[in-house]
């Protein structure tokens, strides 16, 4: 009978490897929710800094709107590269 409890031992081992394989995949899972968190914050940042803005195609015309602004009383308008479209937008320092 020893050469079956060795073999209900193994079993027990194997079960316990599974038991670690699982909680592999429970890692991986978190892991993969953490990701898509953080794609959603960076989702709502862009919208924030970038999608809810004007875009201006070149800094010359970034700078012709803050002219125009500028005009219109609007001042203390900056811009800036945008990270996410590669165009320019316009924010202001009035703080
Ligand atoms: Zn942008």
């Not at 079960?15 to 991986?28: I, K, N, V, Y």
């Not at 609007?74 to 811009?79: E, I, Q």
Request: hydrophobic residues 25%.
């Amino acid at each position: 009978m020893t050469s079956r409890k060795r073999s209900a031992a193994k079993r027990q081992r194997e079960e316990f490897e599974a038991g670690f394989g699982s909680l592999d995949g429970l890692f991986e899972r978190a892991e993969r929710a953490q990701e898509e968190l953080e794609a959603t914050r960076e989702g709502a940042y862009r919208k924030k800094s970038c999608d809810r803005k004007n875009r201006y195609d070149t800094k010359l015309d970034a700078q012709d709107a803050i002219a125009r602004s500028a005009d219109r009383g609007v001042r203390g308008l900056t811009c800036y590269k945008c990270e996410f479209c590669g165009g320019w937008h316009l924010t202001s320092h009035g703080r």
